[in-house]
């Protein structure tokens, strides 16, 4: 039976709890794994080439060779999370401005939580929707999944989880709930890219198409996989609130009320705001709109976005009237908070580091090239699925990705009677679908330690919608090989 519906006892489930290591510890073990790899798998290389159009270097198709091996060993192993943060020579973007801006945002979320404005507008608004708390998460999800579709929301959304999170559990939902709204609402838009710069563009412009063809069977794929979502979703949080013992995190349920609906001072219990804290909360709401403005439309990064959490952090404690003191101390102890998500971040770049230094990636691609070769087009684009599937695991960025496997699979779809259009749907959908749990894709396990969900009923939440999506992926792609 689901494991929604039928919930293990409360011992068995603690028991797992127990058992189960935490992402520190998954992810480690994973830069052993891919470690132990590079000593297995023979070494190779494409030759690469600069592309204008792409903005990067390309590899060149046919130039495969085997090189000289450089199996990692135990100080590669233990070099690889610190070169995770920071690796220049990576095609995979490096992960020091993440943590860095996990750290900002952390303070900033501190220096609100100090001023109680947060729960007092959580519970206003509660009084408000009393009723009709469902249909928050469709429109959220939408709203995320616009994001997504249109320039690849991801680590941007690590900045919202800490706000839905505490509405969806005064709503009577749950952690999980509000982690897959903000997670799988964003991913399930960039499953769907329509014009996604880092994913459809790039992939696109590798492959030598415009970036528009194919895009109609990308937008099936997009409102039919929301639709799918949302109402998983919105049928989980209503058996939650029917009966909470029926939550996939219910053992944690009572700690997750302390942690993110627990407020300071004299007006623990309003529900009333004040002059002062709707104030803040104006502050707080421009800050995010400023964000989603500066990313979509002035190429603003981490370093841009970390200054305006550090800016707005300033102007609300000024506002809130904290005083010197316990504004830097909030701060400090908001940023503590998200530390260990910071760690994560590193932690999961440094299995593609690994990967990288040992010179298995060209020749897990050249595999890949050679089992696609002489297949009929719905073998093809089903297999070519399932390899980037398997790649993903490896390199869960789009835009990685795109670099490393557009140029090689994309024009051996010219052979199998298919267009690259389809090639490039396939590689974006298979991405999107694994960093929906990826565990070496630092915006999974980053929500996921933000949202304290521990990754096992992360997957024990969401298995069934991975079979639904997939089973719908496939069948879309193959009528998209077929006509």
């Known amino acids: 039976m689901n494991s929604q519906s039928d919930p293990k006892p409360a011992d068995a489930e603690a028991a797992l709890a127990t058992r189960f290591p935490t992402a520190y510890t998954i992810l480690f073990l994973l830069i052993i794994f891919v470690a132990a790899l590079t000593w297995i798998i023979p070494a190779g290389q494409y030759e690469r080439m600069m592309s204008e159009e792409v903005g990067r270097e390309i590899a060149v198709a046919g130039t495969y060779t085997e090189v000289a091996p450089n199996p990692q060993g135990f100080v590669d192993v233990m070099l690889a999370p ?37 729960d007092t507008g959580i519970r206003s608004a509660m009084t408000r929707m009393k009723g009709r708390e469902i249909w928050m998460i469709p429109i959220m999800m939408s ?38 709204i903000i997670l799988i609402g964003a991913g399930i838009g960039v499953l769907g890219s329509t014009i996604n710069p880092f994913a459809t563009v790039i992939a696109a412009n590798a492959s030598g198409i415009p970036f528009t063809d194919g895009i109609w069977l990308r937008l099936v794929i997009l409102l039919g996989g929301l639709a799918i979502c949302a109402a998983y979703i919105m049928r989980y949080a209503q058996r939650v609130k029917d009966d909470p013992a029926r939550s996939i995190v219910a053992k944690q349920a009572k700690a997750h009320k302390q942690i993110f609906l627990q407020s300071e001072g004299p007006d623990a219990q309003r529900s009333t705001l004040t002059t002062t804290q709707s104030v803040i909360l104006v502050v707080f709401a421009v800050t995010f709109a400023l964000m989603i403005w500066g990313v979509s439309s002035q190429g603003w990064w981490m370093a841009r976005m970390g200054a305006l ?175």
């Open 82 to 118: 610190t070169a995770g943060f920071y690796d220049p020579d990576s095609y995979v973007a490096n992960a020091i401005d993440v943590a860095l801006f996990v750290l900002f945002l952390g303070g900033f979320l501190g220096v609100v939580n100090a001023t109680g404005s947060i």
């Open 143 to 180: 709203l995320f999944a616009l994001g997504g579709t249109t320039y690849g929301m991801a680590e941007e959304t690590l900045a919202f989880y800490a706000i839905l999170i505490p509405v969806m559990i005064a709503a009577g939902y749950d952690a999980v709930t509000g982690v897959a």
């Open 309 to 483: 959490f550090l800016g707005a952090a300033i102007v609300i404690g000024i506002i809130g009237r904290l005083g010197e003191k316990k504004l830097t101390g909030s701060f400090v102890d908001g940023a503590r908070d998200l530390l260990g998500v910071a760690l994560v971040v590193g932690l999961a770049r440094g299995i593609v580091v690994i990967m990288e230094q040992g010179l298995i990636a060209d020749t897990i691609l050249h595999s890949a090239e050679q089992s696609l070769a002489g297949l009929g087009d719905l073998a093809f684009i089903n297999l070519m699925f399932w390899i980037e599937i398997g790649m993903s695991f490896f390199v869960p960025s789009s835009s990685g990705l795109a670099v490393l496997s557009m140029p090689i699979l994309a024009p051996l779809a010219d052979f199998a009677g298919v267009g690259r259009d389809l090639v490039v749907t396939a590689y974006q959908s298979a991405n999107g679908l694994v960093n929906l749990i990826n565990p070496t894709f630092a915006v999974v396990i980053g929500g996921l330690a933000i949202g304290r969900v521990s990754y096992d009923r992360w997957i024990a939440f969401i298995w069934p919608l991975m079979l639904i999506l997939l089973v719908f992926i496939s069948a879309v792609l193959s009528l998209g090989a077929l006509l």
